[in-house]
């Protein structure tokens, strides 16, 4: 097996590492998936990646069918309106490779193309966007996490995944324990996205104060109990992972990024996954709701719904 077609739908922080990665690579083609004025405007601009402007085909759904591989780098609230342009790319042959955050993005698309098209994996890179388009640092980025669900292991599209990603910068590493790895990444986003979200601060947070320490550690163990629950061994990712990337104190994380610009965030994908998950299981979320409720007035502000001129009507307190 060998890939020599790749698209990627959804060419934002996460797409771009890899479309930074294989854009070299001249044995394969490489294809943006994109419709109408985006298609243009990705045509004519390329993907503007860490100073440098790459130009990949630019493909619609039908345009891709049957490709080798799709990686799907969506954010979450655009899933479910790209499940449509996921069936058509999809042929008989197509591995699918969903590197968005959260638990349950392979499990949706999965419903719509069957569970032996989908390849698990997690990214890990921090990535964001300036004026030029998006940065990240390559060395420390710990990129790309993969394996397939069951043995063996290291099947045939493991093995040509690996030798797509050899040699283009690209860091990756196949694991018998993919599913445990994904649940290890929502933790992290869960405890480390959300909390400092709420506070607005950078993640020294985590390290300074007590409080913050003691919601990251709520939300934690509300995640872990869900997980045990649903026969996941977190642990065993845990045994596998390094020390992690160093980040300075006042680093953002995603959620709190989408804050500050004023975009809505993927808490529905965070703490409402754990909330349903937990209503599923009996096993109670009160950090997690507080956490969900607290980041969606946060989205509602943004909004300019608590934009209060004084004149409207007076409210009674009790």
């Known amino acids: ?6 698209a990627v739908l959804g060419a934002g922080a996460v797409g771009s ?3 930074w990665g294989l854009a070299d690579r001249e044995d394969i083609k490489l294809g943006v998936i994109a419709e109408g004025e985006r298609k243009e405007r990705l045509s004519r601009q390329g993907c503007a990646i860490n100073g440098k402007v790459y130009h990949p085909e630019v493909w ?4 891709a069918e049957n490709v080798d591989f799709l990686i799907v780098s969506l954010k979450y609230g655009a899933l479910p309106g ?7 790319i999809v042929g008989k042959d197509t591995s699918v490779m969903s590197l968005m955050n959260g638990v349950d993005s392979e499990e949706i698309i999965a419903e719509q193309i069957g569970k ?18 998006y940065h990240f640092d390559p060395e420390t980025t710990l990129g790309i996490i993969f394996g397939e669900y069951e043995a063996p292991y290291e099947s045939e599209r493991v093995k040509a995944v690996k030798e797509l990603f050899a040699g283009t910068g690209i860091h990756y590493r196949s694991t018998e324990y993919a599913i445990e790895e994904v649940w290890c990444k929502f933790r992290l986003n869960v405890c480390n996205n959300l909390p400092q ?23 934690k163990k509300e995640l872990e109990a869900i997980a045990e629950a649903k026969g996941i061994d ?27 610009a004023g975009r809505h965030t993927e808490i529905d994908m965070f703490s ?14 009160p950090y997690n709701e507080y956490t969900y409720h607290m980041i969606k007035a946060l989205e509602e502000k943004n909004d300019g719904r608590f934009a209060y001129t004084g004149e409207e009507e007076p409210t009674w307190s009790k």
């Open 82 to 88: 790209a499940l449509e342009s996921i069936r058509k």
């Open 197 to 219: 979200a709420i506070l607005g601060a950078g993640v020294g947070c985590y390290r300074d104060s007590e409080h913050m320490k003691a919601i990251q550690n709520g939300l």
């Open 116 to 133: 032996s098209h989908i390849l698990p994996a997690v990214i890990k890179v921090a990535s964001h966007r300036e004026a030029d388009g």
């Open 17 to 19: 590492y890899v479309i």
């Open 272 to 285: 409402g996954a754990l909330m349903r998950m937990g209503k599923e299981l009996g096993i109670p979320t």
């Open 60 to 63: 619609t759904p039908e345009e």
């Open 234 to 260: 977190i642990s065993k990712a845990d045994r596998m992972s390094g020390r992690g990337s160093a980040v300075p104190p006042k680093a953002r994380y995603s959620t709190l990024q989408d804050l500050d």
């Open 1 to 6: 097996m060998k890939i020599t077609s790749v």
